[in-house]
């Protein structure tokens, strides 16, 4: 069964200094993989995918995320953190198998607190 | 504007009463999801169509009741609404295809008294 996990309820960084919000996933066959992100009284938005290919995907907003296949991890990242960065940000798998019902698979989501 | 909005924003009923909520997409999507976020924010999925057929049903009550009468349109009906209904219910469409991406819409927000 598809899984995914994000360790940290909570992030808390100083703006300006890198962030990294962890999460690993279960999938039987390749993986697509997916970050969201949700601002307070709104719907999820799209970050950045991985679905082949270089293991260093570049989205939105200055945001990146590493696939590491060996440690089944998908690791959200960006260099510089704003205080508008604040906000619920969650990683999604969908097994390549699925691709006929698109099911994705969402972690417990991650609170990331800028502090200026 | 290009989008996925679902009406209302929000809903507040008591328990036992029937309800709807609606959920448009003018993006060309062919694949529509209902996913439910409780309060400690965890998404799961419900539903899903693709072309106005079902595909993803997931253990979800049978009070609830989804609807896609085309494929720019899901709804979903909740009959003898229950304290536990409560939660924030998001609609989202995408593209079928494995690269694609889900859309979502700003939610509704039930309340059960």
């Known amino acids: 069964a598809q899984s995914v996990a994000q360790p940290e309820d909570q992030v808390n960084v100083a703006e300006g200094n890198p962030l990294t919000v962890k999460c690993t996933y279960s999938?039987?066959?390749?993986?697509?993989l997916f970050w969201y992100v949700q601002y307070p009284n709104r719907g999820l938005q799209f970050l950045l995918k991985?679905?082949?290919?270089?293991?260093l995907v570049k989205g939105s907003y200055g945001f990146e995320a590493e696939f590491n296949k060996s440690q089944t991890s998908f690791h959200l990242k960006k260099p510089s953190a704003l205080v508008s960065d604040s906000a619920l940000y969650f990683c999604?798998?969908?097994?390549?198998?699925?691709?006929?019902?698109?099911?994705?698979?969402f972690g417990q989501g991650t609170t990331l607190q800028v502090k200026p | 504007d290009t989008a996925v909005s679902q009406t209302p924003k929000y809903l507040v009923t008591q328990m036992g009463n029937d309800k709807s909520i609606k959920c448009e997409q003018n993006?060309?999507?062919?694949?529509m999801y209902w996913y439910k976020q409780d309060s400690k924010k965890f998404l799961k999925i419900m539903f899903s169509?693709?072309?106005?057929?079902?595909?993803i049903n997931e253990t979800v009550p049978n009070r609830f009741s989804p609807k896609s009468p085309d494929k720019a349109h899901l709804n979903l009906h909740i009959n003898s609404l229950e304290l536990g209904d409560s939660a924030v219910y998001f609609c989202?469409?995408?593209?079928?295809?494995?690269?694609?991406?889900?859309?979502f819409g700003n939610g509704t927000r039930l309340t059960v008294t």
């Open positions: 989202a469409s995408r593209l079928s295809g494995d690269n694609s991406p889900l859309h």
């Open positions: 999938v039987s066959g390749n993986p697509y």
């Open positions: 991985y679905i082949t290919g270089d293991n």
């Open positions: 999604a798998v969908r097994a390549s198998g699925s691709s006929n019902t698109g099911k994705l698979i």
């Open positions: 993006l060309g999507h062919d694949t």
């Open positions: 169509y693709n072309n106005k057929e079902l595909i």
